[in-house]
């Protein structure tokens, strides 16, 4: 059985950084394109960054600049480190996996196959 844990979430200020954390459990991160993808109160889900099989990685305008998504193959674990922080990056922040071989930032919730529980991030100013 497959699980995706997210984790590193909480309390950040305006300009502060957070790094969220994806272990999973019964997968393998391989060559498909993982991801993050975030939900604010009242908004739709949108995707934040992708890494590809090719592991090329792609964003958000949103995002670009200040996020990065990264890949530990060794600890099978997907990051995002967040930095300067804003108001507007308060979600509830989701990793994905076994998406298609090539998918952009905004690759959409159900061309993945797994899914996280969710991490919450909320930003002060």
């Known amino acids: 059985e497959v699980h995706l844990v997210e984790s590193g979430g909480g309390l950040a200020q305006l300009g502060g950084s957070l790094r969220l954390s994806c272990a999973a459990s019964g997968y393998t991160y391989d060559s498909y394109t993982m991801g993050w993808i975030r939900q604010a109160p009242g908004k739709e889900r949108e995707g934040v960054a992708t890494i590809d099989g090719d592991s090329n990685t792609d964003y958000a305008d949103s995002v670009k600049g200040r996020f990065s998504i990264s890949l530990n193959r060794t600890e099978n674990t997907l990051y995002l480190q967040m930095n300067s922080l804003k108001p507007d990056d308060t979600a509830m922040y989701y990793c994905?996996?076994?998406?298609?071989?090539?998918?952009?930032?905004?690759?959409?919730?159900?061309?993945?196959?797994?899914w996280g529980q969710g991490t919450q991030v909320t930003v002060s100013s």
């Open positions: 994905a996996a076994g998406g298609p071989y090539y998918c952009s930032y905004d690759c959409r919730w159900d061309e993945y196959t797994y």
